[in-house]
């Protein structure tokens, strides 16, 4: 039986959660390069400059049509929320993202086969409060939340210099970055959070 989290609607103009895990849940990160190289795949697809490759052919483009929100890379899944402008971007962005990120992994590391257990999933977000809630369970994702380097916190909650991350469509629903610093902080507010997005995610167990 499919997923019900696999994409079946694709909307323009919307926000989605986009979550994928390892082959029977191994680790698809397993030194500080391997992030900064998934990272760097967004950075190639979303700089507003085009980038080229060795051969000084561009890669492909989207800046114009898909946003990355949020995320965090986990040792053996990660999470993004992203918003597509136009229909069919966020397929062309995950399918170049996790395409040369397996091709990377299979040869860095000398292995055959998927990387990832299987394509990725990606939940819809249909309201502000889902969206400031997911964000949150997302940024919570690392017992060592506050000081994990492999997630799109510091830069909602300090400076960011990237033209590909998209921060403040969150940061605009709070009054300042202080604010949303203290939403992630709630912890009164936690567990609501997270039983709201395990209904979601219902099928689905990530290992945080």
């Known amino acids: ?8 609607v694709d909307v323009p103009g919307s926000y ?5 895990r390892g082959a029977s849940r191994s680790e698809i990160f397993l030194d500080t390069t391997d992030y900064k190289v998934f990272l760097g795949l967004f950075m190639r697809y979303l700089s507003q400059k085009e980038l080229r490759d060795s051969a000084g052919m561009p890669y492909k483009k989207l800046y114009d049509d898909i946003e990355l929100v949020c995320y965090c890379l986990m040792p053996n899944h990660f999470h993004l929320v992203v918003y ?31 990387l990832f257990e299987s394509r990725y999933k990606a939940s819809r977000i249909a309201s502000d409060d889902y969206l400031m809630h997911i964000t949150r369970y997302i940024h919570l994702n ?8 492999y997630s799109s916190l510091e830069c909602y ?9 998209h921060e403040t469509r969150i940061i605009e629903l709070f009054q300042s970055k202080e604010a949303y610093g203290d939403f992630v902080a709630d912890y009164e507010a936690v567990k609501e959070s997270l039983d709201l997005v395990k209904a979601d995610l219902a099928g689905y167990s990530s290992d945080s």
């Open 1 to 8: 039986m499919p997923s019900r989290n696999v994409l079946k």
């Open 84 to 114: 597509q402008v136009h229909a069919g971007a966020m397929q062309r962005l995950m399918r170049g993202v996790m395409t040369a990120y397996s091709r990377y992994f299979n040869k860095t590391y000398k292995r055959s086969g998927s």
């Open 16 to 20: 989605y959660h986009i979550y994928a």
């Open 142 to 149: 690392p017992k060592n939340w506050q000081d994990y380097s």
């Open 157 to 165: 909650i300090g400076e960011n210099d990237t033209d590909w991350l």
